[in-house]
């Protein structure tokens, strides 16, 4: 069994930072990619990073320059580190991540529980 748990958000006033951690746990043999996305009230979720298992990382044009994924590989974690947020960064950050629980099973993708980011004044 995997599990991703999510944790960091809260409630931030604009132009303020945060930083955002998901936890992989269980029985693991390999992570490969991992992803945050985040769903804003009433719109669909939205892709907003990626690192993949050399750490290579791609973002959103909308966070480009202000947030930063990370992943530590021994930890079994990544992290989103978000800066100069605005109330448009409003919404509930999920984690996403391909997990290979054993060498010889196919890797599958998993979900966190998401954790909620408010940007207000």
Not at 24 to 44: C, D, E, H, L, V
Not at 57 to 62: P, R
């Amino acid at each position: 069994q995997v599990q991703l748990v999510e944790s960091g958000g809260g409630l931030v006033q604009p132009g303020r930072s945060l930083r955002l951690s998901c936890a992989a746990s269980g029985t693991i043999f390999s992570i490969n990619n991992m992803y945050w996305y985040r769903q804003a009230p009433g719109k669909q979720r939205e892709w907003v990073a990626s690192i993949n298992s050399v750490g290579s990382t791609i973002h959103a044009d909308s966070v480009k320059g202000r947030f930063t994924i990370s992943r530590d590989t021994a930890k079994n974690t990544a992290f989103l580190q978000m800066n100069s947020l605005k109330p448009e960064d409003t919404g509930l950050y999920f984690c996403n991540a391909v997990i290979q629980s054993s060498r010889f099973v196919t890797p599958a993708s998993y979900w966190g529980q998401g954790t909620q980011v408010t940007v207000s004044s």
